[in-house]
T-cell receptor, first 113, second 116 residues
Framework: AQSVTQLGSHVSVSEGALVLLRCNYS??????LFWYVQYPNQGLQLLLKYTTGATLVKGINGFEAEFKKSETSFHLTKPSAHMSDAAEYFCAVSGSQGGKLIFGQGTELSVKP | AAGVIQSPRHLIKEKRETATLKCYPIPRHDTVYWYQQGPGQDPQFLISFYEKMQSDKGSIPDRFSAQQFSDYHSELNMSSLELGDSALYFC???????????????FGPGTRLLVL
C-alpha cells in the first residue's frame, strides 16, 4: 500500500523568501514520486518527478526536490518565491512502472508582497 | 504541444440524472486515468484503461462506468447522480512504455460537475 502525507495544509511566505513544502511517503515498493501544481480552476501541471537515478531533481519554474529514502521524504523547495507561485501543490506517489497516483492532501502556498 | 482534452468543461445536472464525461488523450498515449477531486480535497483515483482494457480500479461507485474506445478516447458514465458527486473530474493520459516516461501522467483541465 502507498500513502502520502503533506505537512501543512497552508504555507505562507514573503516574495523572495525560500519555499519549502514537505512531503513524506509510505510505499511497499520502490516509489515514483511527483509534485504537481494546481492553479485556481485549472488542471494539474507536473512540476517534477523522481523515478530512479539522481535523488535531486529539478523541475519547472525553479523548483527542485530531493528524494531521501532514509527519511521517506520528497520535499519541494524553491530558493526565491514569486507571486506567481501562489497555488495548490500536490505530492503524489505511484509504484514503479507507473500506475495510479496516490495524492497527498495538498498544500496551499500563499506569497506575500 | 497537444494536451489532454476534456469535455464538457462544466456540467450541471439534477439528482438522479445521468452524465457522460469525455476524455481525449494526448496523441499516441494509450493509457487513460480518471480522478475525482471533491471541494478542497486531493484527487482520488477512480479507474484506468490501457489499450482499451480496464487496468486498475479505485474508489469508483457502482453507479459509474467507463470505457476506452478504439481511438483511445475514454468516457465516464455516471448514473443516478447524487449531490455528493459534485466535483472536479480529471482525466490523465500517459505514453506507452516504448514512448518513454510511461509513469508520467498528463492531466486535462477537468470537468466541473455540479449536481443540484
Amino acid at each position: 500500500a502507498q500513502s502520502v502525507t503533506q505537512l501543512g495544509s497552508h504555507v505562507s511566505v514573503s516574495e523572495g523568501a525560500l519555499v519549502l513544502l514537505r512531503c513524506n511517503y509510505s510505499s511497499s515498493v520502490p516509489p515514483y514520486l511527483f509534485w504537481y501544481v494546481q492553479y485556481p480552476n485549472q488542471g494539474l501541471q507536473l512540476l517534477l518527478k523522481y523515478t530512479t537515478g539522481a535523488t535531486l531533481v529539478k523541475g519547472i519554474n525553479g523548483f527542485e526536490a530531493e528524494f531521501k529514502k532514509s527519511e521517506t521524504s520528497f520535499h519541494l523547495t524553491k530558493p526565491s518565491a514569486h507571486m506567481s507561485d501562489a497555488a495548490e501543490y500536490f505530492c503524489a506517489v505511484s509504484g514503479s512502472q507507473g500506475g495510479k497516483l496516490i495524492f497527498g492532501q495538498g498544500t496551499e502556498l500563499s506569497v506575500k508582497p | 504541444a497537444a494536451g489532454v482534452i476534456q469535455s464538457p468543461r462544466h456540467l450541471i445536472k439534477e439528482k438522479r440524472e445521468t452524465a457522460t464525461l469525455k476524455c481525449y488523450p494526448i496523441p499516441r498515449h494509450d493509457t487513460v486515468y480518471w480522478y475525482q477531486q471533491g471541494p478542497g480535497q486531493d484527487p482520488q483515483f477512480l479507474i484506468s484503461f490501457y489499450e482499451k482494457m480496464q487496468s486498475d480500479k479505485g474508489s469508483i461507485p457502482d453507479r459509474f462506468s467507463a470505457q476506452q474506445f478504439s481511438d483511445y478516447h475514454s468516457e465516464l458514465n455516471m448514473s443516478s447522480l447524487e449531490l455528493g458527486d459534485s466535483a472536479l473530474y480529471f482525466c490523465a493520459s500517459s505514453p506507452p512504455p516504448s514512448g518513454g516516461s510511461q509513469e508520467t501522467q498528463y492531466f486535462g483541465p477537468g470537468t466541473r460537475l455540479l449536481v443540484l
